[in-house]
Structure formats: structure tokens, C-alpha cells
């Protein structure tokens, strides 16, 4: 017997596996034993043996798609989400401005005009004319900048808008300071050697942001994510608090395309089970709540033309997947419409090797034949887990029939198509629980229920967000499920998710969380 062995014990446990052992036999971070309280006891003498609080055990939540570093990094900038209304914002915005040296970007995040109102070039101005200044969305496919920030980037008439990008108009016909997709994303992530305009704040404080926000995931269960959209300066977020013993989850990352060099993908470092980079990111379409994407049929598009936007060219797709694939590694599109899922396939599917691994991000609008093309390519899907919930009835005026097939986890999962967990985070809420309420109910929050025929169960939905997930990252061999062999990632919930009531699943709270059978959260 180790002296570290522990025996953790109390609530129902529900591996995942379909199995439920009455207790999990801990040591070094992995699972070495399953089943009865008195087999374990008796298997590893004089262990630890410690009662799980709570209702009910699964395996730790797994975020297999969002954007983690991006909530830190706005908390370092000027961060949008503490102030009150628009009037605050603005201030806040001069504050940073005055602290700036003249002619260097000023960053605020996350605009969500809901709560603070519009926000044009005209309003930016006021906050300085002789620093660019830049407010970003929460969705992050959009921006705004004010006059100097539009002189910064070179934009002088909407003919300068790059190619999968647009920029806003006044009814003057003037650049009102509004940047859509590649108008901001390419100068925002411009590629290897190029300089940004994205400050960050100092590395300390950088860290500390990080930190408060995977506690806060914590909070909510999450044991694992995948950070969807990571540059060199996220990179060096994460190594930082690896090295500093402040990464308390386990990180997989996702490289953005232009710092993705096929030729030298970077490897595993000192601790892959904590940290390491799971595949190159790619964005082919524009956004579902937002009315971007790219899509086969005609609908009230936000971009001003009847089917959305397609962010790269043909040609620039294609030749970035296969150079990814050719060199070994996984791919992972963002594609929303059912037209950029369809020009995913064509691509994945004119590959010359086998290409199980590759995703595709958020997939969200799918017929049945899409769905059979996914299973035959083994292609794994990130649908978005709250969205429906979060956004229904956005969802119903922008797509009307279809949205009997957004975030369709149902259809998928009968096909054999792994279907993973992803809040998107922040541009929604990270809880799981929420996501899970709304894959079992498909309720809006005016209790509209969308797409009926997608409904799984509760059970269903935590094998989403835990093995699903890990299969999202090429993991499931050593975690998602609590079984010997995986790590002993977990979550304690205070309610047996399988008897409450589906419409009271967001209600259910979080008692701890366990990453390696260390407790990372302990309800107050």
C-alpha cells in the first residue's frame, strides 16, 4: 500500500462508463480502483479514505470549446463587463487613454450592446483623438474603432474592407467605425511576425486574471477545457501559470492558423496532461446568434447580403487543412451554416490520408445528409451546449424551420458522430448545467421549445460535456469517465440530476470539483 492512496467515497457515482462503484481508489492523480467500499478498503489498506458531499458524482466537466484566456486578458484591458452603462464605459475607456502613450491602441472588451447601448466611431471619438481606440465584442466577431483607430488600420472607404471581412457604413455614407470579422480579426490576429494591436497588461497581472477565471470554472464543475482561439501571447499566459503551479485545470489548446507552422507543430511539453496544444483553429463562416454564417438558402442575414459571410477563400482553406493534415495534425473549422459545413466535408473529404480527429467547430445548422457525411468521415462536431436556451428565439427569426436542426446533439449522436460539450465561453455563460438544461428540454427562456426531435437525456448530456469531450481533444483513453486507468478528474453536484425536475437542471449547484483527486473548488 502507498500512503497516497485515497478511497473517495459518499454520494451515487456514475462513471460514465455504465457502471456506478460505490468508490473511486486514488493515487498520483489517476484512478487505480473501482467498486465496493469494502473491496477497495480491503485492496489498499490504511488508505486515505475521504466522503464526496453531494448527491451525485460524474466525471469532471470538459469545456470543449471556448475561450478562457480571452476572459482574462479583457480583465487586464479595460474591462466592459464592471461598468454600469454606456457613460461608464466611456470613462473608463478615458481613464486608459490618459495612462497610454499617444498613438497607442486603448482595448476595451466585451461590448455587449444589450447592456451598454451602441457604440460608433462618432462615441469613441470622445474618448481620445490621438490613441486608436478599439471595444470589442463579446462575440468576437465584431469590433469598433474610432476615427484614428480606422487611420491606424488603413480603412478610408468601405472598399478597403479585406476580403471575408466588412466594414459599417453611416447613412452619410461614411466608415462608421464598425469592423466585421476579418476586417478586425486579421489586424487583431495578423500572424507570425507581424505586430498586433492587441495590449495586454503586464505578465503578473495577466496571471492573476487567468487564475480568478479558472477558478471560476471551477465553480461551475469544469475539470478540462480547450481554448479555442490561442496566439503566442496566450501560449505564454499558460506556460506562465504552468510554471508558476497556478494551472489547477487542464488546458488543451488551439492554435490560430496564421502562427501555425505545418512544418513544426509544436509538441507536448513538460506536463501534456495539464497543458498541451491539441490542434490548429480555423474560422470559415460568421456567427449563428449574431446571423453571419454561411448558409445554403436565403435568410435575414446581419451582413446585408441573403446567406452570410465566408471569412477565407476557397483557396486559402483548403491549402491550410491540408497542409495541417499532410504534416499530422488536427484541424479544427469554425463553421456555423449548413454551406460551410458542406464546403468542410468537400475538403476533409478530398484528404488522401484518414482524417478521424479533425472538428468542426460549433456546427450548428445540419440536415440528415450532412449528418450521415459526418459519421462516414468520422468527423468530430463541437455544437454549442446553452445556445438554444441562451438564444432561441434570435435562432427562429434568423433561420424560421431550421432551427430544428441547430445544435442538433440528438441526430448526431444516433448517427455515431461524437458530439462534444462548448459553452463558447464568454459569449455565453461557462455552467454546465445550463448547457445541460437546454440540451434536455430545447426550452427558450420564453419556454419555446425548439427542435424537440434533438432532446437527450440528462445522463446523455453529461456523456457530452465529459467523454465526448475528451474525444474532442484525442484524450478519451485517459480521461472522461471515472474508471481505472483515467485521471481522477470529478464533479460533486448537490442533486441527483437524473430525478429533478428538467426545467430545475440550471438550478442544480456544484459542491466540489477534483482535478487528479486534489479538490480545486469546495462549495462555501
Request: aromatic letters at 4%.
Amino acid at each position: 500500500m502507498t500512503p497516497h492512496t485515497r478511497i473517495l467515497t459518499g454520494p451515487r457515482i456514475v462513471a460514465g462508463d455504465g457502471t456506478e462503484p460505490e468508490a473511486l481508489a486514488v493515487r498520483a492523480g489517476w484512478i487505480v480502483g473501482t467498486g465496493t467500499r469494502r473491496a477497495l478498503r480491503s485492496e489498499f489498506p490504511g488508505a486515505e479514505e475521504i466522503g464526496l458531499d453531494g448527491a451525485l458524482a460524474v466525471p469532471g466537466f470538459n469545456d470543449a470549446h471556448c475561450h478562457p484566456s480571452q476572459a482574462a486578458l479583457a480583465r487586464v484591458r479595460v474591462d466592459l463587463d464592471t461598468v454600469a452603462d454606456l457613460d461608464q464605459a466611456l470613462q473608463a475607456l478615458r481613464r486608459r487613454a490618459a495612462h497610454t502613450p499617444t498613438g497607442q491602441w486603448v482595448v476595451g472588451q466585451p461590448l455587449d450592446e444589450r447592456r451598454l447601448g451602441t457604440v460608433d466611431r462618432d462615441l469613441l471619438d470622445q474618448v481620445s483623438r490621438s490613441h486608436p481606440v478599439l471595444v470589442v465584442h463579446y462575440s468576437l466577431h465584431r469590433a469598433v474603432v474610432n476615427s484614428a483607430g480606422l487611420a491606424a488600420l488603413g480603412y478610408r472607404d468601405v472598399a478597403d474592407a479585406p476580403h471575408g471581412g466588412q466594414l459599417g457604413v453611416s447613412a452619410d455614407g461614411r466608415l462608421n467605425g464598425h469592423l466585421v470579422e476579418r476586417a478586425w480579426l486579421d489586424p487583431w490576429l495578423p500572424g507570425t511576425g507581424t505586430p498586433s494591436i492587441t495590449p495586454a497588461g503586464p505578465p503578473a497581472a495577466r496571471r492573476a486574471a487567468l487564475k480568478e477565471v479558472i477558478d471560476e470554472l471551477h465553480a461551475y464543475g469544469i475539470t478540462s477545457f480547450c481554448d479555442a482561439l490561442v496566439t503566442p501571447t496566450e501560449q505564454r499566459l499558460y506556460a506562465d501559470a504552468l510554471a508558476a503551479g497556478e494551472l489547477t485545470a487542464r488546458v488543451g489548446m488551439l492554435l490560430w492558423h496564421t502562427y501555425a507552422d505545418p512544418a513544426a507543430l509544436p509538441s507536448d511539453g513538460p506536463a501534456p496532461h495539464r497543458l498541451r496544444t491539441v490542434g490548429v483553429k480555423m474560422m470559415l463562416d460568421g456567427a449563428l446568434s449574431g446571423g453571419t454564417c454561411l448558409c445554403r438558402s436565403a435568410y435575414p442575414s446581419a451582413t446585408g447580403n441573403e446567406n452570410g459571410l465566408q471569412i477565407l477563400t476557397d483557396d486559402e482553406f483548403a491549402t491550410t487543412v491540408r497542409a495541417i493534415d499532410a504534416a499530422g495534425g488536427r484541424v479544427a473549422v469554425h463553421a456555423n451554416g449548413d454551406q460551410a459545413i458542406h464546403q468542410v466535408l468537400d475538403v476533409f473529404e478530398s484528404l488522401p490520408r484518414r482524417h478521424a480527429g479533425h472538428r468542426i467547430e460549433h456546427c450548428s445548422l445540419v440536415d440528415d445528409g450532412l449528418v450521415a457525411r459526418l459519421a462516414r468521415a468520422q468527423v468530430i462536431t463541437v455544437p454549442f451546449g446553452p445556445f438554444v436556451s441562451l438564444h432561441g428565439e434570435t435562432l427562429i427569426r434568423f433561420y424560421g424551420e431550421r432551427v430544428g436542426h441547430v445544435c442538433a446533439h440528438r441526430s448526431l449522436r444516433d448517427a455515431g458522430v461524437v458530439a462534444a460539450g462548448s459553452s463558447d465561453y464568454p459569449l455565453a455563460p461557462p455552467d454546465p448545467l445550463l448547457a445541460i438544461r437546454s440540451l434536455v428540454t430545447r426550452a427558450t427562456a420564453h419556454g419555446t421549445v425548439v427542435g424537440a426531435r434533438q432532446r437527450i437525456t440528462a445522463l446523455d448530456a453529461v456523456d457530452v460535456y465529459t467523454r465526448a469531450s475528451a474525444a474532442a481533444t484525442g484524450e478519451q483513453a485517459i480521461k472522461g469517465t471515472l474508471t481505472v486507468g483515467r485521471l481522477a478528474d470529478l464533479t460533486v453536484l448537490d442533486t441527483d440530476i437524473t430525478t429533478v425536475d428538467p426545467d430545475q437542471l440550471a438550478e442544480v449547484r456544484v459542491c466540489s470539483t477534483w482535478v487528479g483527486g486534489e479538490c480545486v473548488y469546495d462549495k462555501p
